[in-house]
């Protein structure tokens, strides 16, 4: 897109639109998938008999999972915003962290539930969207 600057001399603007809107949305998305994942293993750990040593690791996993997605959600739309590739780059790596920890969710968990496939379905949807938007992206800044 072209923004005209005060002198006359304008600028092309790299930064995109679409992943900063799905950096907007996931960030909704994650606070609704946190609080769900959360009460499904309270609900899990009530409802079934829950394997000594697996609901503290299930915790802990969820935990460090919504560490980095606010990490890897800050970097990206920064990165996105200033037009820098490392802070943009920092969160396509984290954005892969954070698939294999939504994978995790999805089929290694102590027990999944159908509301778990779906939610983490929808998670991996917009991970993957994002990333490819990043590298679409970063090539931009780049070239």
């Known amino acids: 897109t072209y923004f005209p ?7 092309i603007r790299l930064s995109s ?5 799905l950096f907007y949305i996931n960030g909704f998305y ?7 994942t959360l009460a499904m293993i309270i609900y899990k750990s009530q409802a079934f008999s829950y394997p000594d040593g697996f609901l503290a690791p299930d915790l802990a ?8 997605e606010a990490l890897r959600l800050y ?3 920064k990165g996105n915003l200033t037009e820098e590739e490392a802070p943009l780059g920092l969160s396509l790596v984290i954005t892969v962290g954070s ?5 995790y969710f999805l089929i290694w968990q102590t027990y999944v539930l159908k509301a778990d496939v779906i939610i983490n379905a929808v998670l991996l949807f917009t991970y993957g969207l994002e990333a490819v938007l ?5 090539a931009a800044f780049v070239g």
């Open 134 to 138: 990043q590298v679409l992206a970063i």
């Open 61 to 68: 996993l969820l935990c460090i999972m919504a560490v980095l």
């Open 30 to 36: 994650y606070i609704f998938y946190f609080v769900a």
């Open 17 to 21: 639109v679409p992943l900063q809107v």
């Open 5 to 11: 600057k005060r002198g006359g001399i304008g600028c």
């Open 99 to 103: 698939m294999l920890l939504s994978v």
């Open 75 to 77: 970097l990206g739309s």
